[in-house]
């Protein structure tokens, strides 16, 4: 177990996957795990995002629930909670639940940054995809998508199998959303898309000009539900008006940005005998 402290101090932090680097940033804290940015904390504004995809996660979900909502929330990755920080300020109602494969990280993360405490948002630390295939279908409105192996989301989290226990997870008009990062070839983004789309009736996709046009590396936001996702004059102006000005794809425009990709899926377990 991570000594105590009294906060967060600056410095590299030896975690289960590797080494956590705690910095000042702007406004808050950085938090770098093995080397990529994870992510930032202003103790002073919870509804602070500073992660472009987390805004964009963040303006694509809000439309979805009226005030006073009690939206339940799991998210499959947590490293320092942001996104569920900012969720627990706008709904304090809410009821989340962050998954986190590092233990160590999820027992820094809750001595660092005063995150709220369970049942506002439990952390529980085991593989994304086991949770998901343990948790009662139909008792989830938000599943977000945010864990990583390297630059990467481990390959057993983008399948058509597990997409399709995601989708089992969701109530009616339940929404999905993940942060999918590539390179500019935008292979992998693609057929995430597809895999995605292959299960849920609805998809938008959102990101910035020139990752959509394969002009940098980047992220990219897909967000599923088997419910419409409106893509209201209010929403794409929200995300034309962020300090990272995106656009969104609705369900046609998104299915067509995929193509022919290949649907991804489980591997194939060899024949016993």
């Known amino acids: 177990m991570p000594p105590q402290r009294s906060g967060p101090e600056p410095g590299a932090y030896p975690i289960d996957t590797g080494t956590a680097v705690l910095s000042l ?11 990529a940015e994870s992510s930032h904390i202003d103790p002073e504004d919870p509804q602070r995002l500073e992660f472009e995809y987390m805004r964009q996660m963040a303006h694509v979900a809000e439309g979805r ?10 998210h499959l990755g947590g490293a320092a909670c942001a996104l569920p920080r900012y969720f627990a ?27 709220p405490r369970s049942p506002a948002l439990r952390i529980r630390v085991d593989d994304a995809r086991t949770v998901v295939e343990s948790l009662t279908p139909g008792t989830r409105d938000l599943v977000v998508r945010d864990a990583f192996a390297g630059e990467r989301a481990p390959a057993h989290l983008t399948t058509l199998e597990f997409t399709a226990a995601v989708a089992e997870l969701l109530d009616d008009g ?3 959303l993940v942060n999918c990062a590539d390179d500019r070839q ?19 996709v959102v990101s910035d000009a020139a990752m959509l046009k394969g002009r940098r590396t980047g992220n990219i936001v897909i967000a599923a539900s088997n419910a419409p996702i ?40 060899p024949e016993a005998g």
């Open 25 to 35: 940033a702007a406004d808050g804290w950085l938090v770098t795990i093995n080397g």
């Open 65 to 74: 629930w009226p005030v006073g909502a009690r939206p339940r929330i799991l």
């Open 89 to 115: 300020a706008r709904h304090p109602d809410a009821r989340q639940v962050a998954v986190e494969i590092d233990a160590a990280l999820a027992a820094y993360a809750r001595e660092w940054f005063d995150l």
């Open 174 to 176: 339940g929404l999905y």
């Open 186 to 204: 935008l292979r992998l983004a693609r057929a995430e898309i597809a895999t995605i789309g292959a299960v849920f009736g609805h998809l938008a």
């Open 230 to 269: 409106e893509v209201t004059p209010a929403l794409t102006r929200a995300l034309l008006s962020d300090p990272q000005p995106a656009q969104i794809l609705d369900n046609s425009r998104a299915r067509a940005f995929a193509g022919r990709a290949e649907v991804l899926r489980d591997p194939i377990a």
